[in-house]
């Protein structure tokens, strides 16, 4: 079982590439998120997906699009990526039902810098 | 909008202390949960503490319990006999019940000395 699981851990783009980052979670787990955390500024919600098939926005979506390909993979992509968008970013998902259903586990983040 | 506010952007204690972190939060809603989470170096983010709102009684994790206080809107984190691995960012994260969207505090940088 190894939970959250994030490619890659690192990735250096120049101004204007394109990346997907990959997550995908084996607990069976409803919900997923992507996050940004940016020194200083604590962890935002870039989109989720509150179930398979549906995804949201969240407080910092602009320059991001996101795919649920299926109940375990939510992936993140950066169609034209900025300095802007340098950060370290985390998935997570969450159970929604049942006992602590409302707890997020994370993945181990990956460090994007971007020249 | 609900927000997080963890005032205390580092904190150092002895080996051994107690440490109190402190967090409050601005909701209208009735319905929500509170949670501690600690990133050490390693950057991998880990469950420390879970509250339900609705419950009175302080959710309690070995050595880690909380103060919370639902109608000053606060909720802190107290480490027992602080040990070196305890050094680490921690954030105080909201989620409201109804959206299910977690907001996260700025974070505390504590430092456990020797």
């Known amino acids: 079982n190894a939970g959250v699981t994030q490619t890659p851990k690192f990735q250096v783009l120049k101004t204007g590439q394109s990346m997907t980052l990959q997550c995908a979670q084996d607990?069976?787990?409803?919900?997923m998120y992507w996050y940004r955390q940016d020194p200083g500024m604590g962890l935002r919600l870039i989109y989720y997906?509150?179930?398979?098939?549906?995804?949201d926005k969240g407080e910092v979506p602009n320059g991001y699009n996101v795919s649920r390909l299926n109940k375990r993979e939510f992936s993140l992509r950066l169609e034209s990526a900025a300095p802007s968008q340098t950060s370290v970013y985390f998935c997570?998902?969450?159970?929604?039902?049942?006992?602590?259903?409302?707890?997020?586990?994370f993945g181990p983040g990956t460090r994007l810098t971007v020249l | 909008a609900q927000t997080v506010t963890q005032s205390q952007p580092e904190m150092s204690v002895q080996e051994a202390e107690t440490v109190t972190l402190s967090c409050t939060y601005d909701?209208?809603?009735?319905?929500?949960?509170l949670f501690w989470y600690k990133q050490p170096p390693s950057r991998q983010m880990i469950l420390v503490i879970r509250?339900?709102?609705?419950?009175?009684q302080n959710a309690t994790e070995n050595r880690f319990s909380v103060n919370f206080q639902k109608a000053a809107k606060s909720f802190s984190l107290k480490i027992s006999d602080s040990q070196l691995g305890d050094t680490a960012m921690y954030f105080c994260?909201?989620?409201?019940?109804?959206?299910?969207?977690?907001?996260f505090g700025t974070g505390t940088r504590l430092k456990v000395l020797a």
């Open positions: 607990m069976n787990h409803n919900s």
């Open positions: 997906s509150a179930s398979e098939g549906t995804t």
């Open positions: 509250q339900e709102a609705y419950k009175q």
């Open positions: 909701t209208s809603e009735s319905n929500y949960y």
């Open positions: 994260a909201f989620m409201n019940s109804g959206t299910y969207k977690y907001i």
């Open positions: 997570a998902s969450r159970k929604t039902s049942g006992g602590a259903g409302d707890t997020q586990y």
